[in-house]
């Protein structure tokens, strides 16, 4: 007798990677065909887990030997996958545990441990250059200078400028000699009090006297230069401590938590048969359908509250007010909006130093409105595929907008995602996919059953530097309620 066969989530999926209608959607919904590959392997990574599981535990899944109940959640598992928000707004994991954490690196200063190069956010480059430089007032009651540069200088790199305010263009050029002295015309400098050179080359001290030939005047001016012996040069001392150009990396990670969650439908076997002899439905594909329809909407809910919550800073506001003043025709307005978002990149690049513009719009209705308008000027795509008020809403630019009724009316989000996906404002952790539970009977009415399908999933804000909040103000209607129609 031939075995039966069982339902292979693992064979099923690379059935479905071949699909060339997949493989689109698949590289639609990505930002970059690097990124699409990434989300395809863990697509499989998932699958397979959940599949190794199923063998394992079969009494776990009451479908584990029904292939038509197996197709269908798997279906709607890898349908919500691509299809929904998470391809634009996160980066997406396999979890193997229902905890998993998230790790990534920043670069330290080994003197004071400063976060120099974070992995994403505001750098600290100062005072990691070897060149020393600085400038100040010369005091007209005042001849004697000391400057500290905190640096171990290298002789013979020290050069400083005495700046007349009267004739900028002609400063006194004053240069060491080697040997912890400085070199100045004559009169220029005297002789320093305690009679010792005026560089110390190991504190990186450095002291000045000006003499009778370089008379001070209101808003006269000193410029030092001198360059740190970053190598530590033996010949003439060793340094008392690492300097600044001395870093190391500093491993940190992110909890992300997985949160149990499960649907259940409640059927009449009666009501199910009458239908499909009545009208021919097939409920088995119309539950799958409804499935897929209700698990994307609920993971777009999901991912859109993750953005709107993990947003910080403070928000950017286009006031398409004053442009009314302005412009008397419509195009300038709209060349106005599209302005304003350049802005939005800049504050981008300045709060994340990397990510330098906006991959996608998540936005409300008033705010979505705004993008559509900009067909009259060839900067916006509609999604002609689109089918539900919550979902792509077209390309401003090549850069897909997402609305969603949930964000309010005349506000929007721009957020970053990496080319290869490596970085997201969300995370996405999938530990279990669509699983079916067992079906349960009305014991006082046997014509009613109830079914489930319980899933397992986090979606956690990890980088909120990368979600930059924005207000459109000014020129755009209030909602309409269509509640309100009479």
Not at 53 to 62: N, V
Not at 230 to 244: E, I, R, S
Not at 324 to 337: E, V
């Amino acid at each position: 007798m031939e075995e039966m066969k069982t339902f292979s989530e693992v064979t099923e999926l690379q059935s479905m990677f071949a699909d060339a209608e997949f493989q689109e959607i698949l590289k639609a919904t990505s930002s970059s065909p690097i990124d699409a590959a990434n989300r395809q392997a863990v697509y499989s990574e998932v699958m397979k887990s959940y599949n190794d599981m199923k063998e394992a535990y079969k009494a776990f899944s009451g479908y584990a030997e029904v292939p038509l109940l197996s197709n269908q959640y798997f279906n709607a598992s890898i349908s919500s996958y691509v299809r929904s928000f998470a391809g634009f707004l996160t980066i997406e994991r396999s979890m193997d545990q229902p905890t998993a954490l998230l790790w990534y690196n920043d670069f330290l200063g080994v003197v004071d441990n400063r976060v120099v190069l974070p992995n994403i956010g505001q750098e600290n480059l100062d005072g990691i250059n070897a060149r020393f430089h600085a400038r100040a007032a010369l005091s007209t009651s005042q001849t004697d200078y000391m400057i500290a540069t905190n640096k171990k200088l290298i002789p013979g790199s020290v050069e400083m400028h005495l700046v007349h305010a009267a004739n900028p263009r002609q400063p006194i050029t004053i240069k060491d000699d080697r040997q912890g002295n400085l070199l100045a015309p004559a009169g220029v400098l005297k002789a320093n009090a305690d009679g010792k050179p005026s560089i110390n080359y190991l504190t990186g001290n450095i002291t000045f006297s000006i003499g009778d030939g370089f008379v001070i005047a209101e808003n006269d001016s000193y410029e030092i230069i001198g360059f740190e012996d970053v190598a530590g040069d033996p010949a003439f001392g060793q340094l008392t401590g690492p300097g600044n150009n001395r870093f190391k990396t500093d491993m940190k990670n992110i909890q992300v938590t997985a949160e149990p969650d499960m649907l259940v439908a409640e059927n009449n076997l009666m009501s199910m048969a009458a239908a499909q002899k009545a009208v021919g439905f097939n409920m088995q594909e119309i539950i799958g359908q409804k499935l897929t329809e209700l698990y994307t909407k609920l993971v777009n809910g999901k991912l859109t509250h993750g953005i709107m919550r993990g947003s910080d800073g403070n928000a950017y506001t286009i006031d398409m007010e004053k442009y009314l003043g302005k412009f008397t025709d419509f195009q300038s307005r709209l060349d106005a909006f599209a302005s304003e978002l350049i802005n939005i990149d800049t504050l981008f690049a300045k709060k994340t130093m990397k990510a330098v513009k906006a991959t996608a719009y998540l936005v409300g209705e008033g705010v979505g409105n705004w993008f559509r308008k900009l067909t009259a000027t060839g900067r916006w795509t509609d999604n002609t595929d689109s089918t539900y008020v919550n979902d792509l809403l077209g390309y401003y630019n090549g850069i897909p907008v997402l609305r969603h009724m949930d964000v309010p009316f005349g506000k929007g989000y721009a957020v970053h995602k990496t080319v290869g996906g490596e970085v997201a404002p969300l995370m996405r952790g999938i530990y279990l996919p669509l699983t079916n539970m067992p079906m349960v009977s009305n014991y006082n009415n046997p014509s009613q059953f109830a079914t489930g399908v319980y899933y397992q999933e986090a979606n956690e804000v990890i980088f909120p530097e990368l979600i930059q909040e924005f207000d459109v103000t000014g020129d755009i209607v209030a909602p309409f309620d269509v509640r309100n129609v009479a």
